[in-house]
């Protein structure tokens, strides 16, 4: 998967479908355009759509409809009522203003006039293989035609445009629909990131890489990934709901358009941003009848507030026409109003309720308290807070709580959540129908464009009804929305384990919104520190699919600035924080001591409270900061300990993790021989009945061992199947969609074996992408490794100093070009125990000496030849072995000791059976026609 994977593409195919109104539906290719513009539906919108379409005019009951639609699964029918409404609104955003579906005893009909279609493919939009994030368009755009123009031509002329505006006003709307006009004029991608979600401006960098798809959020310098992601893409970002940090923002866009010249943006604020460069916009309220009331419905519908307000009507009661005699008081309403099409669409939802004449009084009585009776009006922004407070007035008991309670979510949510958040309070039913009722009356808004309904309140609402929480209130529906994070981190990890894994980071990228909420309000002065240490410890494979690895050691080190003795919490919760902060900070490349501490204080708590499975974790992570250490004796020792666990506890995934465990530290250690034989053991098994049982367990067995093998494999002389199983490692890792696993595959396999065959188009390639990748996603660790490369590749050598990132990379640097062998490497594996790299290492010293020239240096020189075929013979490193005998053939090239060292260099060469393409082999076959 790319970076760009929270991007989506349209993908409509031909077939035959229905026309009504402006609409043109497609069973076949499962699409619903709008003025030959795809509208987004979830699976069940579609099928409820289908249903009803295809029998045209007949009624469908509700039992046909659940029966349907969400076969084998017992649903509330407040699904099915929310799926209905959601649907009327779509279909309201046509020009004709018909009514689609009605409701009529037992169920629904539709009754727009249906007629054939034929789609052919040139109707499918070509803009539509536009990369974009966009969501569906949030309400209908009555009256905006002139200005989504305007903004349109505006980004033809001008690189940051703001729509500015009062709350309500329809900002976002607008910007969408601009932003999906402009689809054609940027092929490279549009991406729209919601502000609304953050309380912390530092924060809108993160933002704005998580829509991008990358993961800028540990580094000290986070615009640099940005930049460096953005740098050749003609792209535009919509940046929406900018006022609340609207100084953070500014600094973002100025910062981007300095330096991406290629790059537009569109925001939206309250305020105007007040960047270098900025067009501001300011979006007016919709025409009202300002003097005159209007004679006739047609008169009146000819104002966009008043045809809004009709369409809005009809969508919650379907049986609403506009007649002549009701022409004034709509536009009465819509002036009172003052055109916000927010506050009509709050007063609309409730025609079926109380009726034109109620809304209206009820109105004028709560406009004249606000202004003592006199004929003065408010400021707009007054009036869309009179208007919630009219509406949230309006509302039973029960839906005030509710809504009060639903302001603690961040972003969407889903009908689990607000049953969590709700608490015991009601049955699940009852809760259901609240939110259902909400959802009617446009307190809350509903997509329904995925595989799951989700709920959100706008951030107009949810300010106003979390200005309405009692502290008792706030606490109690932040611990209820604290627990439910931590129930849908464990349906996340739960879920990792499934067949279906490989779209996981989309699945649940959603939860970052609300787990930052979570643990905002866990650490602040009145809230739980108990619950952040479990938010903090359950979130881990969250970090790891989000890089989040430097927020989280910022999270961890305050938090133990407020709680300095982790042990006295409870033992399990405290081993994962401590195993969070190993791999914070171990990604975040501080000193290994500090690391390896971290882990420690894991395992010390886990064995005090005898947890096996946190004991299991902390020696995997000391396991693995070891080895990339470059301290393979502490990682054989490491996972010895974990062997003995893995025995007593007898899982699969356990057993399996230790026996990766130990073909990798074999491998490190130089053992070649006992790593592969445990390298295939593993795959045999992934292959059998054991493989077939715990898929999702063995699918990570073999992504994790594939690179390893490979290293092994080109070692013992098989270049082709070491690529081969790098290739398959590679495509595995880009599957997953998240970018650490990617990193580790190209710097563990791809970059190594690209350089010891010689293929300098994949070292180019792969050094570009792990550099690039590891700077978006500020991947610390990663990126000192593709700096590293880097330096080969430009070849600037410093042999003063090993590469930053520990032994592990300072070995395979080099090992891929003997010019960056620090002599710090090189006296570490001469005079230390044997590792895999030794006889390489004691070739390249070697190659050193001789370039010396004199008889001392010559002597020493091949004193460290002899004892490098002597470690490659024992390791069965038979590529090592091969270098050696071809820099001892040049050496004794016209000297006494040719022959015997082309016999030599022959009886390696034989070892091979594949890979005569790649350097060394080629290099030795020339040296041999020599002779």
């Not at 074996?753 to 792990?770: H, I, K, P, Q, R």
């Not at 090189?826 to 004199?854: K, M, N, P, Q």
């Amino acid at each position: 998967m790319s970076d760009e994977s929270r991007l989506v593409e349209a993908n409509d195919t031909s077939g035959a479908g229905y026309a009504f109104g402006e609409f043109r539906f497609s069973p076949t290719s499962r699409s619903l355009l709008l003025f030959e513009e795809p509208v987004r539906l979830g699976a069940r919108a579609f099928e409820i759509l289908r249903i009803l379409v295809e029998r045209a005019g007949d009624v469908v009951t509700s039992e046909e409809l659940l029966t349907q639609v969400w076969p084998d699964v017992v649903v509330e029918e407040t699904n099915l009522r929310v799926q209905i409404v959601a649907l009327r609104k779509v279909l309201a955003r046509g020009e004709q203003r018909l009514r689609s579906i009605e409701t009529v005893p037992r169920g629904y009909r539709f009754v727009l006039p249906v007629a054939p279609w034929a789609q052919a493919v040139s109707d499918t939009p070509s803009h539509e293989h536009t990369l974009h994030n966009l969501p569906g368009l949030l309400a209908v755009t009555v009256g905006r035609a002139e200005t989504i123009a305007l903004l349109a031509d505006s980004l033809a002329q001008r690189r940051l445009v703001t729509i500015a505006g009062p709350g309500g006003v329809g900002k976002t709307t607008v910007a969408i629909a601009v932003a999906r006009q402009c689809l054609r004029r940027f092929p490279e991608g549009i991406c729209f990131v919601d502000f609304s979600s953050l309380s912390d401006p530092s924060l809108v960098t993160s933002a704005l890489a998580s829509a991008l798809g990358i993961g800028v959020i540990a580094a000290k310098d986070p615009m640099s990934g940005l930049i460096s992601h953005l740098r050749k893409k003609e792209m535009l970002l919509v940046l929406d709901t900018c006022e609340h940090v609207v100084d953070a923002a500014a600094a973002l866009v100025e910062s981007l358009l300095s330096q991406l010249p290629r790059l537009r943006i569109l925001a939206t604020s309250r305020e105007v941003l007040r960047a270098a460069g900025e067009w501001a916009h300011r979006l007016p309220c919709l025409p009202y009848p300002a003097l005159a009331d209007p004679s006739s419905a047609v008169d009146a519908l000819e104002y966009p507030s008043v045809d809004l307000f009709v369409r809005r009507a009809r969508a919650s009661f379907d049986r609403f026409e506009l007649q002549d005699a009701d022409a004034p008081i709509v536009a009465a309403i819509c002036r009172r109003l003052d055109g916000i099409p927010l506050a009509i669409e709050f007063a609309a939802a409730r025609v079926g309720e109380l009726g034109l004449r109620e809304i209206s009084a009820r109105l004028d009585d709560r406009f004249d308290v606000l202004t003592h009776g006199r004929r003065k009006a408010l400021p707009r922004h007054k009036t869309l807070a009179a208007t919630l407070d009219w509406s949230y007035d309006l509302l039973p008991p029960e839906e005030q709580t509710l809504l009060r309670q639903l302001s603690v979510f961040r972003g969407a949510f889903t009908t689990d959540g607000a049953v969590a958040v709700a608490g015991e309070a009601w049955t699940r039913a009852a809760t259901l129908m609240y939110l259902s009722n909400l959802f009617g009356k446009s307190l809350v808004t509903v997509d329904i464009g995925g595989e799951t309904t989700l709920y959100r309140l706008l951030d107009t609402t949810r300010a106003f009804a979390a200005e309405k929480l009692t502290a008792a209130e706030r606490h109690e529906a932040s611990v209820r929305h604290a627990r439910y994070v931590l129930a849908s981190l464990h349906d996340a990890e739960v879920d990792y384990q499934s067949d279906d894994s490989r779209g996981w980071t989309e699945r649940h990228r959603n939860l970052i919104d609300d787990l930052r909420g979570a643990l905002d309000w866990a650490l602040s002065e009145s809230g739980d520190r108990h619950l952040a240490l479990q938010l903090i410890g359950d979130s881990m494979l969250v970090s790891y699919a989000l890089s989040l690895f430097g927020e989280y050691a910022r999270r961890l080190k305050k938090l133990f600035e407020q709680m300095p003795d982790m042990s006295m919490e409870n033992p399990a919760t405290a081993t994962r924080v401590w195993e969070v902060y190993g791999h914070a900070k171990w990604q975040t490349a501080e000193p290994i001591e500090a690391v390896a501490d971290a882990f420690r204080k894991a395992l010390d708590v886990a064995r005090s409270a005898g947890l096996v499975e946190g004991q299991i974790r902390a020696l995997a992570g000391l396991h693995i900061i070891f080895f990339y250490n470059g301290n393979y004796e502490e990682s054989f020792a490491a996972s010895k300990e974990y062997e003995v666990l893995a025995t007593a506890v007898k899982s699969p995934a356990v057993t399996m993790s230790y026996r990766r465990m130990s073909a990798l530290v074999l491998h490190g250690m130089g053992d070649q021989a006992a790593a592969r034989s445990q390298a295939e053991g593993v795959l045999a098994d992934l292959a059998g009945p054991m493989g077939k049982q715990h898929r999702a367990i063995m699918s990570d067995a073999r992504f994790a061992l594939l690179p390893t093998l490979a290293r092994i494999l080109w070692l013992q002389g098989h270049a082709t199947q070491a690529w081969e199983y790098a290739c398959e490692g590679l495509e595995l890792a880009r599957a997953r969609g998240q970018p650490l696993p990617l990193c580790s595959v190209i710097s563990l396999a791809m970059l190594p074996l690209s350089y010891w065959t010689g293929n300098m188009a994949a070292v180019e390639e792969f050094t570009d992408t792990l550099f690039t990748l590891s700077l978006e996603h500020s991947l610390v660790l990663a990126h000192q490794y593709g700096r590293a490369f880097r330096a080969i590749l430009e070849g600037t050598p410093d042999t003063s100093r090993e590469p930053v990132g520990g032994a592990f990379i300072a070995d395979t640097a080099a090992t891929m070009d003997a010019r960056f062998a620090a002599e710090a490497t090189l006296d570490r594996v001469e005079h230390g125990y044997e590792r895999w790299c030794t006889s390489e290492l004691l070739r390249i010293r070697a190659a050193r000496f001789l370039v010396e020239g004199d008889a001392e240096h010559v002597a020493k020189a091949e004193a460290l030849l002899l004892r490098s075929l002597d470690v490659a013979q024992r390791q069965q490193a038979w590529a090592w072995e091969l270098r050696t005998a071809i820099t001892l053939a040049e050496h004794e090239k016209g000297r006494p000791g040719y022959a015997a060292a082309l016999d030599r260099l022959a009886a390696a060469y034989a070892r091979f059976t594949e890979g005569f393409e790649t350097r060394d082999l080629m290099r030795a076959a020339a040296i041999l026609r020599d002779r």
